[in-house]
């Protein structure tokens, strides 16, 4: 391979001078990562964020805002498995979603205008881990319903459905009525495989959605 020197780089191309450049033959992905963040660090100073090394940077800047939808009766314990597995400090997503505690004590219109759509309105993709019951659930169906309805001020969510392993699947029906909108997967064995999912329905976010179908009523059954 050719070697060449400043002064050579200058005279071709002035613009050229004090570029960064790796070959990937050489240098792995994270390397040229690593090496461009602490170039960066050099220069800014992260505000809000404590990060235990550079590439954290880099990986925090591409990582979709998720809204987690599911089951609090039947599957909260895989859903805090879930998020302890790729949420945030893991960087495959950062996670929007309300925080598990009870607001049972709230009315419904409280907590939908005051938690679920300020949530929904920082996320671009919406996960919806699917178990047992989750097709029967109300207030799956009315998150679904809002992440796929456009309205001022809330772009439309991907939807990406998640099969529980060893648990029955009730598959909720808006996400059938949406399959351009949507992607259903087993639950993923890597954190590579679903970052892949969450950006494929980042991509179908600016489909039209099809809602038709009436919104489930909080007395209705599975």
Known sequence: MAQYYKKEVIEFSPSLADKLARNTAINTVDEIADEIAELILDEWTCIGYSCYNSIFYIRRMHMRNVFVSYSHRLDQDVVDEFRRKFGNDKMVF????????????????????????????????????????????????????????????????????????????????????????????????????????????????????NLTRPLRQRNSHI
């Open 94 to 209: 950062s996670d929007r979603s309300l925080e598990n505690k009870d607001l049972s004590y709230l009315s419904d219109d409280t907590i939908k205008n005051n938690y679920i759509r300020p949530q929904l309105r920082l996320s671009s993709v919406t996960i919806v881990l699917i178990g047992a019951e989750t097709g029967g659930r109300w207030w799956v169906d009315w998150e679904i319903y809002c992440s796929l309805r456009k309205s001022a001020g809330n772009e439309r969510n991907g939807i990406l459905g998640i099969l529980i392993p060893n648990k029955q699947h009730n598959i909720p029906q808006r996400i059938l009525d949406n399959p351009d909108n949507s992607e259903i997967i087993t639950m993923p064995k890597s954190a590579k495989e679903l970052e892949d999912a969450i950006e494929r329905v980042y991509l179908k976010r600016y489909h039209a959605p």
